[in-house]
């Protein structure tokens, strides 16, 4: 997958907040995956992830700003569930999302770009574990064949576009202001779409 791989090359010679915007807007498209989850299995708390993912963007925007990321992991693990606890597929992108979110505070906490990088990983690999499972039927016998198959899906083609046009649109900007969250925001509601290829509620702020 070049790229795929491109993709991430690119990421990693942008700066830390750079990278940090890109991971943030990612987690936008992931967020309505963990709220549809919650809703469904009456388990989690949407309300808490989403003001973690407001507080991210607050740190990017207002860099003195006063937040305790390790209290807020301690609560996001609470409200992580446990894949094995729920028979359902929603569960996988809901723990996609929350680990994502968890990678995103450990990224602020230890100025670790690798976390913001794995945000987007993370973001690919639940589109490829959605085109796997809707996949199970077909007569798919390599390991090869898996890899093409999800390649070349659209929503995989689709989640790799949308991380190529985040990193151009990030490129010029020399620091994440609000005028900036506002554009990358405004980016995301402009796609209409989850990574999983769902309609975004009008109310994605």
Not at 19 to 35: D, F, H, K, T, V
Not at 143 to 154: H, I, S, T
Request: hydrophobic share 45%.
């Amino acid at each position: 997958m070049k790229q795929k791989a491109n993709n991430f090359q690119q990421m990693r010679e942008l700066n830390l907040a750079q990278q940090a915007a890109i991971a943030a807007s990612l987690l936008e498209r992931m967020l309505p995956n963990y709220q549809l989850f919650s809703e469904v299995s009456q388990f989690g708390d949407p309300v808490l992830v989403r003001k973690i993912l407001d507080l991210c963007w607050e740190w990017l925007t207002v860099p003195k700003a006063k937040i305790n990321f390790e209290r807020l992991a301690e609560e996001l693990e609470l409200a992580t569930p446990e894949v094995n606890h729920y028979d359902m597929f929603g569960v996988y992108p809901a723990v996609d999302c929350a680990t994502a979110l968890d990678m995103m505070l450990n990224g602020i906490r230890e100025q670790d770009a690798a976390e913001f990088i794995n945000v987007a990983k993370i973001s690919q690999a639940t589109v490829a574990r959605l085109i796997e499972y809707e996949a199970e039927d077909a007569d798919i016998t390599t390991e090869a064949e898996l890899k093409k198959l999800v390649r070349d899906d659209p929503l995989m083609q689709y989640e790799m576009e949308c991380l190529a046009e985040l990193i151009e649109l990030v490129k010029p900007m020399k620091r994440i202001g609000r005028e900036q969250m506002q554009q990358l925001k405004a980016w995301v509601r402009e796609q209409g779409l989850t990574n999983l290829g769902m309609e975004l509620s009008p109310e994605t702020e």
